[in-house]
């Protein structure tokens, strides 16, 4: 990547401008903000068939009046720990990839690392037994508190995958990426199921598809706005 400012001359205020315009012109280059979005919707959509086909797995059951309370999780995580690694796994690879083809460093490998961790984590906590307990009669069904659903959705994959996305803003100084991680992060923890039980596995499908397309929408935005900006 080369710069053609005009000398600043020894004039302080013209140098200092030309530094940070370099440094504007370096943190868009190293940016391939489109890339993890479109990994990671691809990822999320691809969780559906895996929810759909394998049956969540019921453990712990005790009565309760009117039916039982049991803990339950779902085969599907192991698909998200992998998928997840992996998808991280491609996205240092593409930014990397990128920045030695633009001549510019880049700073995606603490974004996919901690992205790597958060999957490791929540994948941890489902198998030691941080499942979500369910009543299988919906006449004695419990709800949990508001803050005991906000918890499980932030913790779920999606709200791992925003988590993740706002150290990446961070890194890249990146206003417009950190505001639509925010909106991500809004949509994904709001409660959509359509109304089907708790106990059907086509309770995920709703939020995956919802999530998987504001991910993609998001890539195809970014890219976009890459291309039609061009270089500086």
Request: include cysteine; aromatic fraction near 12%; charge should be positive.
């Amino acid at each position: 990547m080369t710069s053609d400012s005009v000398p600043a001359g020894g004039d302080p205020r013209r140098l200092l401008a030309d530094a940070r315009n370099l440094a504007r012109r370096v943190r868009f280059a190293q940016r391939v903000t489109w890339l993890p979005l479109l990994v990671l919707g691809v990822v999320t959509f691809g969780a559906i068939p895996f929810y759909l086909l394998l049956q969540g797995q019921v453990s712990d059951c005790r009565p309760v009046e009117g039916g039982e309370i049991c803990k339950v999780w779902f085969p599907a995580e192991f698909y998200w720990l992998g998928a997840l690694v992996l998808a991280y796994v491609v996205i240092a690879a593409g930014y990397l990839r990128v920045a030695r083809a633009r001549g510019v460093d880049a700073r995606v490998l603490p974004y996919a690392l901690t992205g790597a961790v958060i999957a490791l984590l929540l994948f941890a906590a489902v198998m030691a037994g941080a499942g979500k307990w369910i009543v299988p009669d919906e006449q004695a069904l419990l709800r949990p508190s508001a803050f005991a659903q906000f918890m499980f959705r932030l913790l779920a994959p999606a709200g791992g995958i925003g988590l993740a996305l706002l150290v990446l803003a961070w890194l890249e100084r990146h206003v417009a990426l950190l505001l639509f991680t925010l909106v991500y992060l809004a949509v994904v923890l709001v409660p959509i199921d359509f109304g089907w039980t708790m106990m059907s596995q086509w309770q995920f499908v709703p939020m995956l598809v919802i999530g998987g397309s504001v991910l993609l929408l998001g890539s195809a935005g970014f890219a976009l706005a890459q291309r039609l900006r061009g270089p500086r």
